[in-house]
């Protein structure tokens, strides 16, 4: 076996769970591990610690992608910045998120006096324009599109350029045509699935079957999801199976996805 490739990139789901952490599960956020430059996409609980148990140089950390300003996607951002600098990063951390989501973060991070702190922040504001280049390297690209949540949330897709393989995150959302094009022909859809009821800002077993069926996605990841669906694993991949045949896994913390 010769090196590991440098250029391999990969997604560890630092939590898999909903609003409401369990003992397993904390809230759901990820990493993109990548040697062009590492990305926190959302930033819940302990994001320090949980980049060291990843086995992510914190160094190489290039930023942090906030799909909303719900404290389960953002909490732990004021967090990430303090700890940065008692690690003694000097480097900038780039911020990216909507105008709502920003105005959050300001006050969050006000609250603790972090932005006086050495680590410089680069803000950049994601646009409410579907399928928006938002930042890209020569290993990948991210674009991110507008979904439909109680307060202003984009959808994210990270695109390989090492492999040509595709991730997308949901985000919280109702099913919309916004996700599904963002979605289109990805091999990885991490999913939320937060209901068991019809609700206007979340999705059902059935409605996630639904577009990830429309999208034509390779592979489902549930994440995100209320405990009574996880409970019954067959029931709820049941329910998703009546419009999507691709396959359907249930996200566990720090599972590994290579891409
Ligand atoms: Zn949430
Ligand atoms: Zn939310």
Redesign the pocket.
Known sequence: MGMEDPRRQRIVVLGSGP?LASATRDNTFFLIDSSAGSLLIDCAGSPFHKLLRAGVDPERLKGVILT?A?P??AYGLPSLVHELWLFGRREALHIYANGHTHGVVRTLLDAFELREKPVPLELHFIPSEETFLLLETDLYAVYTSPVR???P?NAVRFASRVSGKVAVWS??TSPCRELVSLARGAELLFQECSVEELHP?HCTPEQVGELAGEAQVGEVILVHCHPNLVKEPYLTIAEIRKQYHGRVQFAQDFDIYEL
Request: hydrophobic letters at 25%.
């Open positions: 609003a909303h719900h389960d996607h949540h109680q307060v949330t985000s919280d800002f």
